[in-house]
Structure formats: structure tokens, C-alpha cells
């Protein structure tokens, strides 16, 4: 009847003697224990004696311990990552609203910008403006010549304002015609200068801070034609 016994408990207890890290693999040898175990005692409710019987139900099921232990250590684990993944939800929550936040007041600060760009050159221009209007009112009992000076240093005044804020002319006369920032619109056969020189300014160029507003339109010097019809 002993061999008998531990032949079965061979059969019931063989699990892996290294142990088990994966759960669903430790519930399945689990279940299997217990399946077993019952069927053996099923079988041998009748043969064994209530001694006997009473000593192998105190014995302990190490596969079942080992389960209960992976089962506690895993919801242990679980909890863990729960919790930190908790925090981490709330640590983004904080973040999007703080960028929704920035994005919201970068926004209205480019606004406010774009619409108050030009406040401190208007500033400076509102001086040109009352000393036009000065001229103005006294333009019927002034003396043309100084109305004309009075005009010219309003002139003056304007373009020093205008350069004080980025503004600049574009240097052409007498300088090679450079099509990046000069426009010919114009070509004057001469021997007075070279081919390709600008000969005369038919409007202003100007570039804002270094950036081209608007190209000068020159006037170029080509080479004479020759008496045989070629330049």
C-alpha cells in the first residue's frame, strides 16, 4: 500500500523542480494537483486507515503555497504599476494644460504684437505730421523760397526718421547694375561710362533692416553701336 502511495504522489507532485515565474502556467499545474489529489483520495478512501488518511490531509501542497505566493507577489506588482501609472496621467494631465495655457498666451501676445508693431514708428512720424500741417497753414503768406526750405527740412526730417527705424535707400548711380536690387528700365547708348553702369535713378530702391522693400528703377549705359550695325 506504501508503494502504492508514492507512486501516486510521484504522479500528483511532479511539477518542475526549478519553479514556475509564469501565472497561468502555476494555476494550470494547481488545478492539476488538485484534480489528482482528489481522484487518489477517492481511491483510496476505503483501503486507507482513518489513521492514515488523517496524517496525509494535514500534509502541506507546496505547488498550490507556491501559486497562493506568485498570485500575492503579482498582485503586489500590479498595484505597484496601477499606482504609478496613475501618476504618471496626472504628470501629463498638469503638462497639457500648462501647454494649452502657453499656447493660449503666446497667441495673444503675437496678437497684441502684430497689432501694436508700428507703435513706435508712428510715434516717431506724428513730428513729420505736425510739421506739415505747420507748413500748410502758413503756405498762403510764405514766401516761396522759405516754403520750399521749410519743405525740405520736413524732407530731411523724414528720412532720418525712416532710417532711424530699419529704412535705408539703395545706393545705384554710377554703381554696376545689379539686378537683385536695381530694375533697368531704361538703356542709354553712351562713351561716358561703362556698359552696364547705372546712368540714373527713375525711382527710389529701398530695403527694410537689409531686406529688399522694393528694387530701384534705373536707367543702364549700353555700348555705342558701331558704324557697321554691332555694339
Partial sequence: MNDIRRSDEEEVLDLDAEGRSDVAQALEDAERVVTAVEGRQKRQAEDIPPAVEAVEADEPAPAAE??????????????????????????????????????????REKNEYFRFALADISTDLLSVLDNFERALQHAAGAKFDDFHEGIEMIA????????????????????????NVHEAVMREETRDALPGTVLEVLQKGYTLNDRMLRPAKVKVAAAPASPGGRT
Avoid: C, M, W
Avoid at 497562493?68 to 501629463?92: H, S
Avoid at 528720412?159 to 535707400?169: D, I
Fill in 66 to 107: 507556491e501559486v497562493a505566493r506568485i498570485l500575492a507577489a503579482e498582485k503586489e506588482n500590479a498595484a505597484r504599476i496601477a499606482e504609478e501609472a496613475a501618476r504618471y496621467r496626472e504628470a501629463l494631465l498638469r503638462k497639457s494644460a500648462d501647454f494649452e495655457n502657453l499656447k493660449r498666451r503666446t497667441e
Fill in 156 to 179: 530731411r526730417q523724414l528720412a532720418e526718421t525712416l532710417k532711424k527705424n530699419g529704412l535705408a535707400e539703395t545706393p545705384a548711380i554710377g554703381l554696376p547694375f545689379d539686378p
